[in-house]
């Protein structure tokens, strides 16, 4: 096996990352921006709500569900206070540990979707194996994972989940098939750069899940990430991909706009409640976090930009 940080390395320095490059220059570079044009688009926030990576840096059941459940009630009124709707993706540790967070959610505005059982992995596409020493989930314990989340989720909600968000965004064919027959309508795992272009939902084809297809299951590009992984391994892992300053992800809702192609594009942003808690007392990391958090909603209600859950997109609205 692979050292681990061999392992990082050999995928910082994988294809994906000059896809990303390739990709900033042709969009951001050669588009004159209009910020006075309106977006016709839609916005879907997500917000990935989950105890482990606290647990994993080494905060305890307690202190991290005091610190979740203080960033959740911050998050959902600043959501409340723009009028922007969003899908929290759950973990079932969460859920079964702490029902009460999920249930200060309100289900008739957000979605609540399934972010597997406790970040153990659930595909190998993006996610070296056994990076950290994760488990690394058969296909048996994925399906029992999954269900038991949707179990969980639908006692607090009374729906079973029809979005899914792999833990680590670890996702590959066999996961993305047994979705679909579990009866999820949506994947939200995938980067979009990936695709070397912005791109908008699409039906994956069932054995690369890379290219358009005939599967049911829609899946939905994660567009940017506005925080994500700082000053930490996975940084460098995740970061050439998909975090971007707030003035990139601005550019980027114009220039989706503008272009004719991209007429009625989707926007998936990524959020994880973790990054509106304090831990290590890194109370300048909040209050970062949270300054932007807020220019960026403010953003999004002066220029009128609809959001939208991922489900509505099946509930013809
Ligand atoms: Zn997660």
Redesign the pocket.
């Known amino acids: 096996m692979l050292n681990p940080f061999l392992n990082v390395f050999l995928n910082y320095m994988n294809p994906l990352r000059n896809l990303n490059i390739l990709y900033k220059n042709s969009i951001y570079n050669n588009v004159d921006i209009n910020f006075s044009s309106s977006f016709t688009g839609n916005l879907f926030f997500t917000c ?1 709500l ?1 105890l482990t ?1 606290l647990l994993m840096r080494g905060l305890s059941k307690q202190k991290s569900k005091i610190e979740i459940e203080h960033g959740l009630k911050y998050i959902l009124n600043m959501l409340d206070k723009y009028k922007i709707c969003a899908t929290f ?1 759950t ?1 079932g540790y969460l859920c079964k540990n702490f029902p009460d967070l999920v249930c200060s959610i309100d289900t008739n505005i957000h979605e609540i979707g399934c ?1 597997g059982y406790d ?1 153990s992995i659930y595909g190998d596409f993006w996610f070296p194996n056994k990076l950290y020493n994760f488990k690394n989930l058969s296909l048996q314990q994925r399906k029992e994972h999954i269900n038991k989340t949707n179990i969980l989720i639908k006692g607090i909600t009374g729906y079973e989940p029809l979005s899914f968000r792999a ?2 965004l670890a996702i590959d064919e066999k996961t993305l098939n047994l979705l679909e027959k579990e009866g999820f309508l949506i994947d939200s795992s995938l980067y979009n750069v990936c695709f070397g272009k912005i791109s908008n939902p699409y039906h994956p084809d069932n054995k690369n899940i890379l290219k358009n297809g005939n599967m049911k299951i829609y899946e939905f590009p994660i567009t940017m990430s506005i925080n994500f992984y700082k000053k930490n391994l996975m940084q460098l892992y995740y970061k050439p991909i998909i975090t971007e300053p707030l003035n990139i992800v601005y550019k980027t809702f114009f220039i989706m706009n503008k272009l004719n192609h991209y007429q009625g594009i989707n926007i998936v942003l990524l959020i ?1 409640l973790w990054e509106y808690v304090i831990y290590n007392n890194k109370i300048q990391k909040l209050k970062n976090n949270i300054k932007k958090l807020g220019d960026l909603f403010f953003f999004i209600k002066k220029n009128q930009i609809k959001s939208k859950t991922m489900k509505s997109k099946f509930e013809g609205n």
């Open positions: 990935d989950e990576p993706f973990e972010h970040h833990p680590f994880h």
